[in-house]
């Protein structure tokens, strides 16, 4: 249906004319909705509740286990999930520092209504954009006349018609959603809130495949009722940097109180419960029909899949200063509310918790991932752009990640300019994304650092090296921070130089910080450098024996100390990335006819007609596609002169 058809409907009429709408305001969309605004664009985003704008249903917390790095990179481009989130912290924890610097990775508890409330104002203060509550429930878009389609505008629920030369849909866990305790099935959002009805079937009306994901939310418990004597206490950390480089840049350090967390262990009663009630569970019996999340399964799943494992950690952490209410990290069900309770009380320190919301599966719907480009733009519909959950991952991370790259695209759309493509050896979006439009996906996509090739290279440390250039090219970073950002960049390279000619002879003083670290003295002259690259030598040992020294910021140092110990693999990762990106930068004709490529196998020849890779880079990972077949799509590119750099 295109605009002229709608406004013929009974009681329509034309709300506002803008260049890009964006339809949901989660995290996705609150990112789109910026971005394009911050572009200059005249944006208006969608809300089916002013009140939920970026809300934390599942979990309190921002960041994780590359989770982190995806917060750093979406800042780097001059998103704003970071700089939000550094506002709203009560807790604040580096991951993995046990482990290599490439999976170190920061994670914060988020006092819940704050982040939301501070994201609401934020936007709300942003130039060139609008904020509405409304009920979008139809795409609208004109007919090409050859099988595809061009966004022109949006409808309500309420026939307000909205013109826009751009539509972003962001939907999360809205379109279709009920949610399902049990016995007990309601037509609801998350939280109970209002869910999306009429868009899942818009777009199916433009021949965009829909699919169906269910994930989960866990119990929450009051403060009050709960005996945390018997629990594991997880206390904050004060050496982690801040989200945001703006607040980097300005010395910024996470509070000094913090709140705690803890954890407990499931107990053999625990167990007992549910498969005593295995019966009920909805998982289980048919009643949900959703794929659900691989790696973060309800609790029952846990004790049916795993087997092997006696018992399950669980995570109790609070959801702000302001409540008592508490998430029972890990521990989401669909079994009824009934046996929740006793679940509940059969953990430590909870046989008295009071909970105060249920636990709960929700089911929604969902695009192929596919039929996307990967500026994230409609293979079907043009000027339609999808970002989060509707695109089949999960996550608050991954949703602004894909928001932020949505949004650009959007807006480069609009302004008739190419579309900004994050690559795998880029940044965790880069690979994010690659994977949804290229390798789809049968169940919610969660990022890990293992998914991605160059996680050295991709560190959380050097997110704005990698994607600062990017997000000042296309206008959302300022002139000020770039600049700082240089001056950041050249100190790194500076005193890398300068502990690279700086050498120190075999004193007593040296002998005596090797000892400490375990290593031995080197029996002439070394530079700094070298021994920085022994493993337990760290930059700040040196500093006795280092009297020129520059007074450097704490990030500073610990760049330049990751990027000297680990400069051979680093060397070797930019290796492998001139080689990737030599085949990213290979394009493929929109209109290559496959069929006539001979040597092509014929699997290869229908993967490559229906996806349709940009790229040679992006059609070697499309599985069913060899080696010899890309080999033969070289040959044939160069035959046509085709394979032309993007």
Same mark, same amino acid.
């Given at each position: 249906?295109?605009?002229?058809e ?7 009429y034309?709300?506002g004319?803008?260049d890009v709408?964006?339809v949901?305001a989660?995290?996705?969309g609150?990112?789109a909705?910026?971005?394009?605004a911050a ?6 985003l969608?809300t #089916? ?7 934390l ?9 590359a ?9 780097a481009?001059g998103?704003?999930?970071?700089? &939000? ?5 009560i ?5 993995n ?6 999976v ?7 006092d ?11 936007l ?5 954009l ?5 009920h979008?429930?139809?795409?609208l878009?004109?007919d ?5 389609y ?11 018609v909205y ?7 962001c939907?999360g866990t809205y379109m279709e959603?009920r949610?399902i305790?049990?016995e007990v099935i309601?037509e609801s959002?998350?939280d109970g ?10 777009l199916s009306?433009?021949?965009?495949p ?5 994930t989960g ?11 945390f ?19 980097e840049m300005?010395?910024r350090?996470? /509070?000094?109180?913090?709140? /705690?967390?803890?954890?407990v262990?499931t107990?053999?009663e625990t167990?007992?419960?549910i498969?005593d009630?295995?019966d009920?569970s /909805? ?5 949900i029909?959703?794929t ?5 399964p ?7 899949k795993f ?5 399950h950690q669980i995570?109790?952490e609070?959801?702000?200063s302001?409540?008592?209410?508490m998430?029972?990290?890990g521990?989401?069900t ?18 008295k918790?009071?909970?105060q919301?249920?636990?709960?599966a ?9 039929t996307?480009?990967?500026?994230l733009e409609?293979?079907i519909?043009?000027g339609?752009?999808?970002a989060?959950?509707?695109?089949g991952s999960?996550g ?8 932020i790259?949505?949004?650009?695209n959007?807006?480069?759309y609009?302004q008739?300019?190419?579309a900004?493509i ?6 965790y979006?880069g ?5 949804l439009?290229?390798?789809g ?7 890990m650092?293992?998914r ?5 290279? #991709?560190r ?6 990698r994607l600062?250039p990017v997000?000042h090219?296309?206008?959302?970073i300022?002139?000020e921070?770039?600049?700082?950002? &240089?001056r950041k ?8 130089e300068?502990l ?22 080197p029996?002439?002259?070394?530079s700094?450098?070298?021994l920085?690259r022994?493993?337990d030598v ?8 280092? /009297?020129?020294r520059?007074?450097?910021?704490r990030d500073?140092c610990?760049?330049?100390?990751t ?6 693999? #680093? ?5 492998k990335?001139k ?7 290979k394009?493929?004709p929109s ?5 006539k ?6 699997e290869?020849?229908q993967k490559?007609d229906?996806?349709?890779?940009e790229s040679v880079g992006?059609?070697?990972r499309?599985s069913g596609?060899?080696p010899?077949d890309?080999s033969v799509l #070289?040959v044939?590119?160069?035959?046509i ?6």
């Open positions: 249906m295109n605009i002229e709608a406004l013929k409907i009974d009681n329509a034309l709300a004319e803008y709408a964006v949901g989660g995290h996705a609150c990112e909705a910026h971005a394009c572009m200059g664009l005249r944006t208006i969608f #089916l509740h002013l009140d939920s704008l970026a809300n249903p599942c979990n309190p917390s921002i960041g994780g286990t989770k982190g790095q995806i917060v750093r990179e979406v800042d481009l998103g704003i999930m970071g700089k &939000v989130a550094d506002d709203c912290l807790q604040m924890r580096m991951l520092r046990t482990k290599g610097p490439a170190h990775s920061p994670r914060a508890q988020m819940r209504s704050k982040y939301s409330v501070m994201m609401k104002k934020f709300e203060d942003t130039e060139n609008d904020i509405r509550q409304g979008v429930t139809a795409l878009a004109s090409n006349g050859d099988g595809t061009k966004a022109t505008g949006v409808m309500t629920e309420s026939k307000a013109s826009a030369k751009a539509v972003v849909i939907s959603a949610t305790r049990g309601m959002g998350p809130l209002p869910r999306s009805v009429g868009l899942s079937e818009s009306g433009y021949n965009i829909i699919l169906r994901f269910k939310t866990p119990v929450r418990v009051n403060a009050n009722s709960v005996d004597s018997v629990m594991e206490v997880q206390e904050g950390e004060h050496d982690v940097p801040p989200f945001s480089f703006e607040n300005n010395g350090g996470v /509070p000094e109180e913090q709140t /705690p967390c803890y954890s262990w107990t053999p167990r007992e419960v498969f009630n295995m009920r /909805p998982l289980y019996s048919g009643v029909k959703g659900g999340p691989r790696y973060c309800s609790i029952e799943d846990k004790f049916v087997k092997d494992k006696t018992r995570f109790v609070p959801m702000g302001n409540t008592r209410e998430y029972l990290q521990f989401s669909s079994l009824p509310e009934d046996v929740q309770v006793r679940m509940v009380h059969s953990l430590p320190g909870l046989g918790a009071v909970i919301r249920s636990a709960y929700i089911e929604y719907d969902l695009i192929e991932p596919t996307l480009k990967r500026s409609s293979k519909v043009s339609l752009f999808t989060g959950q509707i695109n999960s608050y991370e991954e949703a602004a990640g894909q928001g790259v949505a949004g650009i959007a807006g480069r609009v008739g300019r190419d900004v994050i690559d795998r050896s880029q940044g979006i690979v994010l994304v690659d994977d439009v290229t390798k996906t049968n169940e919610p996509y969660r990022m650092t293992s991605a090739e160059y996680r050295l290279f #991709l959380y440390d050097n997110a704005d090296m600062t997000g090219e296309v206008g959302l300022s002139d921070r770039y600049e700082a950002f &240089v960049y050249d100190a790194i390279r500076s005193e890398r300068r690279g000619r700086t050498y120190v002879g075999p004193t007593l003083e040296l002998e005596k910080i090797l000892i400490s670290a375990g290593s031995t003295l029996p002439s002259g070394i700094l450098a070298e920085l022994r493993p760290t930059y700040e040992m040196l500093a006795p024996i280092d /009297p020129k520059p007074e450097l910021t500073i610990k760049e330049v100390e990027d000297i110990k680990y400069e051979g693999y #680093l060397k070797l990762e930019e290796e990335i080689k990737f990106i030599k085949l990213e930068k394009a493929i209109d290559t006819d496959y069929s490529i001979t040597g092509l196998r014929l290869a020849r490559l229906r996806m349709k890779p992006q059609a070697s499309i596609v060899s010899a890309i #070289l044939y590119l160069e035959s002169k085709g394979g032309a750099d993007v």
